[in-house]
């Protein structure tokens, strides 16, 4: 577990290196083919050594919820271990960990109308009216999102018409937890100024690597829009506003920037809560000096 450009992908391949294993993606874009470089995506190589689950399996116009994500890493465990190896999930989405291992209730799939006349609704009326709305239905759920946060509000409203109930009264019902300990391997820094060069370096890197041409082979589809989760993902979001000429390339990576930098101080607030785990600095120790630390922790297991 890691915030983003903390390398957790090369700290699974070096515990591939030594362990069997099999590794689950815990990340809500790389589940997304055609995007590659913006999703930071385990190269070719290191896929085709080191099997990796739940990357690839979805085009960009379709569903995908976090219930899925659930289910299909549960069956993949048993799966992994039928085949005499060690299940690692790896990844930067918190809510995924915390749903893999809490459990969720039953809450309704997404409904793709009334997903998008929320979304004409919230072009009419703005984003923060629609989460002024939530208050009225639900104000312990609104109190959790911010009036801009557009998936998280979409989401709430959704379920409440979908189910007549709020959304925090279907999250207060009784959960299916794994019933299994989970060893947890936290890649941290203390170093927010190092995570945050690091951060940058990296989307300069996918600039060069082609992200541009990347987002815009997705919107010249034509199926495709920047409501969609996939669109959404951090650095997409904001190339599509610089193809749609909202935004010039200076602004474009400036906001991609501050974006991610959001996205790692979000993850860094979660990860620091998260009980019984190992943490390793993944600025200041050597690789080396990272695994023999993660290999003590495994041990210990």
Same mark, same amino acid.
């Given at each position: 577990?890691g #915030? ?6 090369a ?7 030594? !362990? ?10 790389? %589940?997304?083919?055609q ?11 290191? +896929?085709?050594?080191l ?18 994500f659930v289910?299909?890493? +549960?069956?993949? %465990?048993?799966d992994? &271990? ?5 299940p690692?999930m790896?990844?930067?989405?918190m809510?995924? !960990?915390?749903?893999?291992?809490q ?6 799939? /997404?409904?793709v109308?009334? $997903?998008?006349?929320?979304? $004409? ?7 923060p ?7 009225? %239905?639900?104000?312990?759920? #609104? ?6 946060? @557009?998936?998280?509000?979409? &989401? ?15 999250q ?5 937890a ?6 947890? %391997? ?10 945050? +060069?690091?951060?940058?370096? &990296? !989307?300069h ?10 987002? /815009? ?9 920047? @409501?969609?989760?996939s669109?959404r993902?951090v ?6 506003? !610089? ?5 010039? $390339?200076a602004?474009?990576?400036e &906001? ?5 930098r ?8 979660w ?10 600095d993944?600025?200041?120790l ?6 023999r ?6 041990g210990? #297991?």
């Amino acid at each position: 577990m890691g #915030a983003t450009a903390t390398g957790k992908t090369a700290l699974t391949v070096d515990i591939a290196d030594r !362990f069997p294993i099999e590794v689950i993606s815990v990340d809500s874009a790389q %589940i997304y083919r055609q995007m590659d470089i913006g999703t930071a995506k385990p190269e070719a190589e290191i +896929r085709a050594r080191l099997p990796h689950h739940l990357i690839d399996i979805l085009d960009p116009a379709e569903a995908w919820s976090v219930w899925e994500f659930v289910h299909r890493s +549960r069956r993949l %465990i048993d799966d992994i &271990r039928a085949r005499g190896r060690m299940p690692v999930m790896a990844g930067g989405s918190m809510l995924y !960990f915390h749903a893999f291992e809490q459990g969720l209730n039953a809450l309704p799939e /997404a409904d793709v109308e009334l $997903r998008r006349r929320i979304e $004409r609704e919230a072009e009419e009326l703005g984003w923060p009216a629609l989460h002024a709305r939530l208050g009225d %239905i639900d104000a312990e759920t #609104a109190a959790r999102i911010e009036p801009g946060d @557009s998936q998280r509000i979409q &989401r709430a409203l959704e379920v409440y018409a979908l189910t007549g109930q709020p959304l925090s009264r279907l999250q207060r019902e009784a959960r299916q937890a794994w019933a299994e300990p989970v060893h947890k %391997i936290v890649l941290a820094t203390d170093e927010r100024a190092e995570l945050h +060069r690091r951060i940058e370096r &990296r !989307f300069h890197q996918m600039l060069e690597d082609g992200l541009i041409e990347e987002v /815009a082979a997705l919107h010249r589809r034509g199926d495709l829009d920047p @409501s969609m989760p996939s669109i959404r993902c951090v650095g997409y979001r904001q190339a599509w506003r !610089f193809l749609d000429g909202e935004i010039d $390339r200076a602004e474009m990576i400036e &906001r991609a920037i501050a974006a991610t930098r959001q996205l790692a101080k979000r993850q860094i607030t979660w990860l620091r809560r998260q009980p019984a785990a190992a943490a390793v600095d993944c600025l200041n120790l050597r690789k080396d000096d990272i695994f023999r630390r993660v290999e003590a922790s495994l041990g210990k #297991a």
